[in-house]
């Protein structure tokens, strides 16, 4: 067999590998079922039978909306494996322009659709004449033109019954460079653009990822991430079915936020070794863990803020943790005590057996990855984008394998390079443009030639992000930001906001998030969105009324304390260049959210719909009046 192998090579191995192994746990009717490999694959065959009864060609397009559960894999298997191109969908789209868009770009014949999302396709079908065939996931009643999946499922075993040998033959005509899906970009503003990604694409990402990091024999991951987006395809389903793990879904419900109400309870039921994680779910993580532990009182949140420091100080960045030995030697005993005392409390919140977390979707900041390393549930960062399939580098635990504050080693066998803005390779250390070339780079865009060719250039696919290689240890790569959030000052001199964003966000339990601005302007400034009760609570302890003129100026003195930190004399003093601190505060009114196009449906920040929301704020804030901090905007958020 070809090195270069399909998705449908790849599967077929690990069944041969672990057929009897359990690989999907899902919750039914309140109780957990368990699928084996060997049934995986089977549901997956009857799938594509199915669909081909149907009349699928080969390369056409068949779209998935769901959330995460057992028939997503089956889905996604089926269309493969009758040769068909998925088009995952994330179910957080809520416009009708959104999934129309996708629907008709992508020239999806067929739609697959759970009970929650068929409302939306309901809205929109009569606007994408090529959708011929809606199949609805769930039990519930049918409109024209809809099949139910489990009655495609029976087609599956009747047109496999009555043309023996025909799926197979579909099977084998597919090749490492078809297409396997067609992953949509998260555009808010402007139409997204569709990635081709081919079955090589995933088999060579998912070989690439065995080269930095490693799981124990049969661990299981609670996938809490979308299924829709490449990173819970390859560092989730396809990279625990490589390594004979197993994977559990989160139970869904009518609404997203009835699956968010369902995290902590899967997490506590599965009891995962291993978890993929987003910076937005790390900070609420460590929220609650914080809410919790200020729940048990004074005396115990002391004990828990005197164990952090003791285990961040000793631990410094991972790679160098118990150096000097002179200085550090009594800190390792007490660490082992508080450990014992405190964090493994934390622990057994989620399920006593966890490792650690695999993090990308957007920059970690390095107090994050301290704080989790320090509570003994790392996260280990790493760094891709869906043109890359995604993983293009990641931290992970064992000795030079993990240094905070960088994104990890790069996953080989892949070629990287920094380049400046001209295209000349920059030497280690230099900040730059980073530039990848690899069999995870995907196969250009879906019927966009130019911006193909202005993003993949001789092979290279030139990722619009700014970084750096370590020079003491070239195979580690440090992510500064992307070219496009870039701030620019009065001088023309250039600045990437996003370590200060996040470690403002993540050093204080007062903001929740903020957003730094500067477009050749005077100064720069900071918006930050407030956690309201942290702040009333402070206020409160310190004997004043949260809701007087003097509690909400006292409020944002706390804000100005935080941002003041960076300055010199306060805690974080030399983290970021003086010039680039902000000099005047707009405290956000409203908080970011999918709802108002301020996350994507990845819960990254979309800084050019906050700017333009907030455009007005920012006007004011170069006035004389809106720097001063007590201004009547800034006090009439906190309201």
């Not at 090749?175 to 653009?193: L, M, Q, V």
């Not at 943790?321 to 009594?330: A, D, F």
């Not at 050093?507 to 009333?536: E, F, H, M, W």
């Amino acid at each position: 067999m070809s090195d270069r192998i399909t998705i449908i090579d790849f599967v077929e191995q690990a069944v041969r590998r672990y057929p009897e192994r359990t690989f999907l746990r899902e919750k039914v009717d309140g109780l957990w079922t368990e699928t084996t490999y060997s049934e995986t694959l089977r549901e997956g065959r009857f799938v594509a039978a199915g669909l081909m009864a149907l009349g699928l060609l080969k390369g056409e397009k068949a779209a998935l909306i769901s959330e995460g559960r057992n028939v997503w894999i089956f889905a996604e298997l089926g269309i493969l494996f009758a040769g068909g191109v998925n088009v995952p969908l994330s179910f957080k789209l809520e416009s009708d322009h959104d999934l129309e868009f996708r629907i008709n770009h992508s020239d999806s014949r067929f739609i697959i659709a759970s009970e929650s999302q068929i409302g939306k396709v309901r809205h929109i079908r009569g606007n994408c004449p090529k959708l011929e065939k809606v199949i609805v996931i769930d039990e519930i009643p049918l409109e024209e033109g809809e099949i139910h999946f489990s009655e495609v499922r029976a087609l599956g075993v009747k047109f496999m019954e009555e043309h023996p040998g025909e799926l197979d033959d579909r099977m084998k005509s597919i090749g490492p460079d078809d297409y396997a899906n067609i992953s949509y970009t998260s555009g808010t503003t402007a139409d997204p653009k569709g990635i081709l990604l081919t079955h090589r694409n995933y088999t060579a990402n998912v070989e690439q990822c065995n080269s930095v990091v490693s799981i124990g024999d049969e661990w299981v991951m609670l996938i809490i991430l979308p299924l829709d987006h490449c990173f819970a395809h390859v560092a989730g389903f396809y990279f625990m079915m490589n390594n004979g793990g197993s994977i559990a879904t989160v139970p869904g419900g009518k609404s997203a936020v009835t699956m968010l109400k369902n995290i902590p309870i899967a997490i506590r039921e599965v009891r995962p070794h291993v978890m993929l994680s987003v910076p937005a779910l790390s900070r609420n993580f460590k929220k609650g863990f914080e809410g919790a532990i200020r729940k048990k009182g004074k005396k115990t949140e002391k004990l828990y803020e005197f164990a952090l420091k003791n285990a961040i100080a000793y631990n410094r960045e991972y790679y160098n943790q118990g150096t000097p030995c002179w200085k550090m030697w009594w800190r390792k005993p007490v660490m082992k005590v508080m450990d014992r005392l405190i964090f493994s409390k934390i622990r057994e919140s989620f399920g006593g057996r966890f490792q650690f977390f695999i993090g990308g979707g957007a920059l970690l900041d390095i107090e994050l990855q301290r704080y989790y390393y320090a509570i003994g549930m790392p996260i280990f960062q790493g760094y891709g984008l869906s043109e890359a399939t995604p993983v293009i580098c990641s931290n992970s635990g064992g000795k030079g394998c993990c240094r905070f504050g960088s994104s990890g080693r790069t996953v080989m066998p892949m070629d990287i390079k920094i380049c400046d803005e001209t295209g000349k390779e920059l030497p280690d250390g230099v900040t730059g443009e980073i530039v990848i070339r690899g069999e995870n780079v995907m196969a250009g865009y879906w019927k966009n030639p130019e911006a193909t060719a202005k993003t993949i250039v001789d092979g290279w696919l030139h990722t619009g992000d700014r970084g750096y290689i370590c020079k003491e240890n070239r195979r580690f790569l440090y992510v500064t930001g992307r070219f496009k959030s870039l701030l620019i000052s009065s001088d023309g001199e250039k600045y990437s906001p996003e370590g200060f964003e996040d470690s403002l966000t993540d050093g204080s339990k007062y903001i929740d998030s903020a957003v730094l601005y500067n477009n050749q302007s005077p100064y720069t400034v900071v918006l930050v969105v407030p956690a309201k009760n942290a702040l009333r609570e402070a206020v409160s302890t310190a004997g004043l009324n949260p809701d007087s003129d003097e509690g909400r100026k006292a409020q944002l003195d706390i804000l100005q304390g935080e941002v003041n930190s960076y300055r010199k004399g306060g805690r974080h003093e030399g983290l970021f260049p003086e010039k680039w601190l902000p000099s005047a505060i707009i405290v956000a009114d409203e908080a970011f959210s999918e709802a108002n196009g301020m996350l994507n449906t990845t819960s990254k920040m979309v800084r050019r719909v906050v700017e333009k929301h907030y455009a007005d704020r920012i006007e004011y804030a170069m006035t004389a009046e809106g720097k001063e901090l007590y201004n009547e905007k800034n006090v009439e958020s906190l309201k």
